[in-house]
């Protein structure tokens, strides 16, 4: 069964770094658009980062553009997502996704498949 589990998530003061992982299993991370999406107490899921499988390209959100990163070691089966200037506001259960669909709108949560656990990734102000 394919498997996704984030690691990596913690207590940062603003301003500060994390570096999340997902590692894979029961899957070829190359065939698979991968992303990044949170989900805050109360509110919907909601996109964050997503590398494409078909040319490598990656796409953000604006809310942190210039600010995170994602990567993605297909011979490993991991993707990172590397979270620069965090803010207060990026407190929440970060979840890596997959996707085999073509052409997806990486942004849209239901065109994932596979999720993970989630880790918690909380900002103190």
């Known amino acids: 069964q394919v498997q996704l589990v984030e690691s990596g998530g913690g207590l940062v003061q603003a301003g500060g770094s994390l570096r999340l992982s997902c590692a894979g299993s029961?899957?070829?991370?190359?065939?698979?658009?991968m992303a990044w999406f949170r989900q805050a107490p109360g509110k919907e899921r909601e996109s964050v980062a997503a590398s494409s499988w078909s040319v490598g390209n990656t796409a953000y959100a604006d809310s942190v553009k210039g600010r995170f990163t994602i990567s993605r070691d297909n011979a490993k089966n991991m993707v990172h997502l590397q979270m620069n200037s965090l803010k207060p506001e990026d407190t929440a259960v970060y979840y890596c996704?997959?996707?085999?669909?073509?052409?997806?709108?990486?942004?849209?949560?239901?065109?994932?498949?596979?999720w993970g656990q989630g880790t918690q990734v909380t900002v103190s102000s």
């Open positions: 996704a997959a996707s085999l669909k073509h052409g997806i709108r990486w942004f849209d949560r239901y065109e994932y498949d596979y």
């Open positions: 029961g899957l070829t991370f190359n065939m698979y658009t």
